[in-house]
């Protein structure tokens, strides 16, 4: 049996493909292997007049097949379940494609392989050198493929072939009102939103003097052909260069189109594990989020664009060193650590000497680890500048076989090029056009609009904040340094949200920053070297933090982090949400621009909540429970993806790998919000109460009893607005209910809880129970009795006991001992006893105690009335 086939997601050119290959072989099946586009399963479905007799792949034994005809596709990876045939004895394989060469090509005895924008162009070049006849509907249908795959013979991809071809097939009798009225299938209003939000969304960057649109979008559902709307937005914007990233459900979909022969948008797509053209390509991915995709895609085309030959271009930085003081295991540790094969070795900042892994290695299997690394680095190298060619590049690292070559500017190492990156080099420059050196721009992200809040800020803050963020970026000025607002102050700040907890981050060095600013202004400075933070403190007490903006690393999943110097933007990144990743300039001349890296304003505005990479729960699992935290306060959604990353992190149980005084930290924060419950009924849909402590399931009995502590701490504040009760604590003991004495005391001591919240979990566990079971025991509950039952306890375990009764008579009693009896005094004291005769002594307590009861039913409302009562129902001795 013969069977053509081709990619899956079929577009017109496969299919048009396929019925030339049909003419071809006449006695050979029709099978595609995967979808089809939505616009081509439209077109099947509603167009009989072009049916074609296609097989679905469950009806094909594969076992019968003798040949398989590819059309369109020479990629194995694309081809479904045919691949397991390529290669099979017995099994003849045709390839008729206009794709490039690809490592994963499919091999055949016959090859059919030509740069021409259409693989229908191939073969109808193959049925009028045949003399094979077309018909009209059959014309109408191969115009269809040459017209989508040219952008209608517009694409630069299209050659003089592909005109030729539709010539004949327009002289076959292809009817281009057909073929214009299927191409340009009205939009759905899904597809017209969604145009709408890509191009909301689009940002130019210049990558090394080519400008390039990435335009983003999300949907939580799949939105067909979003091909033909990326080609709609590239001729509405006039655009040559333009990836188009839509997350879509858990995973996103990549649509790219160029103009430019120096841009080969196929190989951007390669590395996400897609393809196409130079023109035109297309990849979909999983578990990554739209930032890192992006970074992707700007990194790639940074490799791929390469307009200058300098050693500037290939150097990576910031430079990763090793000192003199290191020893060879230390070397061994950061070079495992960084993933990386050679470091420069740096005596007082000036690069001394290079060791390399192979001699790491060596000198740890002879025993060396404990020696320096200045016993055994090679000191005979050769550094470059920045300017230098690359033909210097490459006399180094291949004449002198230099593994690694420090980049010296002004004396300082300011980058390395490894042989890697030289190689890698080498290898992209082969079928890359370069533009002319007028072109030549570093490669740098911009963002398309500068956003300026500084009317903003002077609206919601206060004189004296702003005037300190303005002092701030003076003084950064002054020293020579980058100075920036970061953080949840600046998103509540864009969201109009009331918060003065400002965080300022410094490109350059913290301490020295709150030491200059504290000469010019009043204030104090806490330092913190080893983190390179400070605390402003001010002398009514007002407080900021200062941080050098740094990078973290983490050893292991849920340890402390391990912090490195770095940019504003590797700070950034570090962070948990996007949302809180917002940053406000702060030097004079820019003050009060917005930076936001990674789509922070774009998910506030959607008020949509996501993680900034795939491994961030893994790094710190104590940033599920503020996930759910911030949720609920500012009324987001998580993302799909990120719920997705909370289930996976909860199977590994992550978050009982925190310690746990981290972990009660987030829960004192969840227990404190305005609405807790829900929180925590959120942890119970991601099944996260196990993780805190196995009893605490959150199950709908213990979600209940939390529901029935918030309305009692409700109720008690309106009641009693002086009082002063610890909400949290309250709620804290419901959460513990379900432990036992001993657990509940041992997992408080754990969590790291303060001694006075320790004592009321023991109170409440220890005491509650009695004095529940004695007001309920008791024949006669008088108001006095009450009285002498719940004084001694804490508020915050009285209405934690008043949560959990079952009995309405528990209820009651706590609410008349907060309502009657908890503030009832004596009014006589002491000194009146004594005033009076009567002798300090037991008798006092008894004096008071009878006189409080007596108040209780109302019989004693003044101090006479006390005085006289006492007078009457006590002798003095």
């Known amino acids: 049996m013969e069977v053509i086939t081709t990619h899956i997601n079929a577009d017109f050119d496969t299919i048009a493909s396929m019925m030339a290959a049909r003419k071809l072989y006449p006695d050979a099946v029709l099978v595609l292997p995967g979808s089809k586009e939505e616009t081509v399963k439209g077109f099947l479905l509603q167009s009989a007049l072009y049916s074609l007799e296609m097989k679905k792949l469950r009806e094909i034994d594969l076992d019968k097949v003798t040949r398989l005809i590819f059309v369109d596709i020479r990629n194995a990876s694309r081809i479904g379940p045919f691949r397991d045939l390529i290669g099979k004895p017995g099994v003849d394989v045709h390839v008729y494609d ?23 162009t191939i073969l109808v070049e193959i049925l009028k050198e045949k003399n094979i006849p077309i018909t009209p509907d059959e014309a109408t249908v191969m115009m269809l493929g040459i017209y989508e795959d040219t952008g209608s013979l517009s694409f630069p991809s299209t050659t003089v072939e592909d005109y030729l071809a539709a010539a004949h097939l327009r002289a076959c009798g292809a009817n281009l009102g057909s073929v214009s009225d299927i191409l340009a299938k009205d939009f759905t209003a899904e597809q017209i939103s969604l145009l709408y939000d890509l191009i909301q969304a ?66 951007v797509m390669r590395e996400f594990g897609g393809g196409g053209h130079h023109y035109a390509a297309s990849a979909t991915v999983k578990d990554a989020t739209i930032f890192q995709i992006r970074e992707k895609i700007l990194n790639v085309l940074a490799e791929k664009v390469i307009p200058r030959r300098t050693a500037a271009d290939l150097m990576a930085s910031p430079v990763r060193h090793a000192t003199v003081e290191n020893t ?57 500048g920045p ?16 593994r690694l070559i420090p980049v010296v500017s002004d004396g300082q190492v300011t980058g390395v090029i490894t042989r890697t990156a030289f190689l890698r080099f080498l290898h992209d420059v082969r079928d890359v056009v370069h533009p002319g050196p007028e072109e030549d721009i570093p490669a740098e992200g911009i963002l398309t609009r500068r956003k300026v809040i500084h009317n903003l800020m002077r609206e919601l ?13 003076e003084v950064a000025e002054r020293i ?22 400002v965080d300022i981050v410094l490109e350059g060095d913290g301490i020295a920053f709150s030491e200059a600013f504290s000469q010019e202004y009043p204030c104090r400075v806490r330092p913190h ?41 590797l700070d950034l990144y570090r962070r948990d949400f996007t949302i809180n990743t917002l940053a406000v300039r702060l030097n004079p001349g820019v003050f009060g621009e917005l930076i936001d890296f990674f789509g922070a304003q774009r998910d506030i505005k959607e008020r949509v909540l996501r993680i900034l990479h795939s491994l961030s729960f893994v790094e710190d699992p104590s940033r599920i429970l503020r996930a759910t935290r ?45 609405e807790p419950v829900g929180i925590l009924k959120r942890l119970a849909d991601f099944h996260i109460g196990p993780s805190l402590h196995p009893k605490i399931t959150l199950d709908k009995a213990q979600i209940a009893l939390l529901e029935e502590t918030s309305e009692i701490l409700v109720w008690f504040s309106l009641l009693f607005l002086e009082e002063k009760v610890e909400r949290w604590a309250v709620l804290f003991l419901s959460l513990l209910n379900p432990l036992s004495p001993e657990e509940a005391k041992k997992f408080s001591s754990a969590l790291g809880v303060g001694r006075r919240v320790r004592d009321w979990v023991r109170i409440a566990k220890d005491d509650a129970a009695d004095i529940t079971s004695r007001l309920l025991s008791a024949r006669v509950v008088s108001r006095k009795f009450i009285y002498d039952c719940l004084s001694p306890l804490p508020n915050e375990v009285i209405l934690y006991l008043m949560a959990k009764a079952k009995s309405n008579d528990i209820k009651r009693y706590i609410s008349l001992f907060f309502t009657q009896l908890k503030y009832v005094r004596p009014v006589i004291s002491g000194k009146d006893l004594k005033d009076l005769g009567y002798p300090p002594g037991p008798l006092f307590k008894q004096i008071l105690d009878e006189v409080l009861e007596r108040k209780f039913v109302g019989e004693l409302r003044t101090k006479a009335d006390e005085m006289s009562f006492v007078l009457t129902h006590f002798l003095k001795p």
């Open 98 to 120: 206009h794709h490039p060469e690809e490592d994963a090509d499919i091999r055949g005895s016959l090859e059919v392989i030509k740069k021409v924008g259409s693989t229908t």
């Open 202 to 267: 689009s940002k130019a960057y210049t990558v090394h003097g080519v400008e390039v649109i990435i335009a983003e979008a999300r949907r939580e559902e799949y939105v067909g052909d979003l091909a033909v709307l990326v080609h709609k937005l590239r001729d509405m914007e006039a655009v040559s260069v333009l990836f188009a990233i839509c997350q879509m459900g858990d995973r996103a979909v990549l649509v790219a189109r160029s103009r430019k022969p120096e841009v080969d948008v196929g190989a």
């Open 328 to 384: 060879m295991t230390d070397i061994h540790y950061l070079l495992t650590r960084y993933n990386i094969n050679a470091v420069p070795v740096f005596k007082n900042s000036e690069a001394v000497g290079i060791i390399t892994r192979q001699v790491v290695e060596k000198a740890l299997f002879h025993g060396l680890g404990n020696e320096s690394v200045e016993d055994y680095m090679n000191t005979d190298f050769d550094t470059i």
């Open 387 to 402: 300017g230098e060619g690359i033909e210097r590049v490459q006399e180094i690292i291949i004449g002198k076989n230099q």
């Open 461 to 473: 803050l206060p004189d004296r904040v702003f005037n300190l963020l303005a002092a701030a970026g």
């Open 480 to 501: 020579g340094m980058k100075a920036y607002v970061v953080g949840g102050f600046v998103r509540d700040l864009v969201m109009r949200n009331h918060n003065l907890d």
């Open 529 to 569: 070297h080893k983190f390179g933070t400070a605390v402003l403190v001010f002398p009514d007490g007002y407080k900021v933090d200062v941080a050098t903006a740094r990078v973290e690393y983490y050893q292991e999943p849920a340890a402390l982090p391990t912090v490195e110097y770095s940019s504003l933007k």
């Open 630 to 674: 911030f949720e609920r306060r500012f009324g987001f959604a998580i993302g799909r993806h990120t719920q997705n990353l909370i289930r996976n992190a909860v199977r590994l149980d992550l978050i009982g790998r925190l310690p746990k005084p981290r972990l009660f930290n987030e829960l004192e924060l969840i227990l404190m919000e305005e």
